[in-house]
């Protein structure tokens, strides 16, 4: 059996659920199984798609575009108010903007802030995809969109700033999940056969949110922010579960984004379980 390649994003909020690849005894061990490389969060998608990966952290728009993949259940990057790094920096009020420039690396943030700003806010700007630069992207647009690190470290001084997260609640009432870990179905043909992936990635995550002061601690050198903001981050604004709550935002987010045609219309959503495949919910 060969070992099955996982696609990660070496982004902050993604730290807890790469604990045991990481660290010592059970990384060694893990190895046996998984090849584990990272990259940025539509990379991953396009590496599930065109098959470089077996499995992958996607952002959730992405399962609307690529066929046969089932979800690892119960994990996800998600956020139950404001997240804190998906950020509208706008040199305008809302209503006033008539130009966005959104960070190319996420297709899922993409979509959101088109939600927000033509289903909510009632304002059809134009979009254009652009390196998260915030300083140029201002340059010549009313709005930026910057996700992850760079929204973290963004200096928004003297700009309008809206935390998507936080408008989705505040519109919706639900919670917005940015990611999960998905799983090509004709991959876990090559997993050995008493390798419970989904178990490996569960126990992963609730190792890795065990040891957040010891994640926080390494950032906060590798970001230059403080080591209690970083913290807060992680506990208070990152959500790294895919519970009944954040499953409805889920499929809210989905149903928007192809009302506004942001997205096509999404499958249902498709999980599994070893060694059975799949159950549907």
Request: glycine share 4%.
């Amino acid at each position: 059996m060969g070992r099955l390649r996982v696609s990660a994003i070496s982004f902050l909020n993604t730290a807890p659920l790469m604990w045991d690849f990481e660290q010592g005894e059970a990384a060694e061990r893990l190895r046996a199984n998984f090849d584990v490389s990272y990259t940025v969060p539509s990379r991953c998608a396009d590496e599930l798609r065109s098959g470089l990966a077996d499995i992958g952290i996607i952002p959730a728009a992405a399962y609307t575009t690529i066929p046969d993949l089932v979800i690892v259940p119960d994990i996800a990057i998600a956020s139950k108010n404001a997240v804190r790094s998906i950020l509208l920096i706008s040199k305008v009020p809302l209503e006033k903007i008539r130009n966005v420039a959104v960070d190319e690396s996420s297709r899922t943030s993409a979509a959101l802030v088109e939600i927000f700003l033509k289903k909510f806010v009632g304002i059809d700007p134009g979009f254009s995809r652009q390196d998260p630069d915030l300083k140029t992207m201002l340059q010549w647009h009313d709005a930026g969109l910057l996700i992850g690190d760079p929204a973290l470290l963004a200096n928004t001084r003297d700009l309008y700033v809206y935390d998507l997260a936080e408008q989705w609640r505040h519109w919706t009432g639900r919670p917005f999940v940015f990611a999960f870990w998905a799983v090509r179905k004709a991959a876990l043909a090559q997993a050995a056969p008493d390798l419970n992936v989904a178990r490996v990635f569960q126990e992963s995550r609730d190792n890795g949110v065990r040891h957040i002061p010891q994640i926080a601690s390494v950032w906060t050198s590798k970001l230059g922010l403080p080591e209690t903001l970083i913290r807060e981050y992680l506990t208070q604004n990152i959500d790294y579960a895919l519970d009944a709550e954040n499953l409805e935002g889920l499929r809210l987010f989905y149903r928007h984004a192809a009302e506004c045609g942001a997205l096509p219309p999404a499958p249902e959503l498709e999980f599994f379980e070893m060694p059975r495949l799949t159950a549907r919910l």
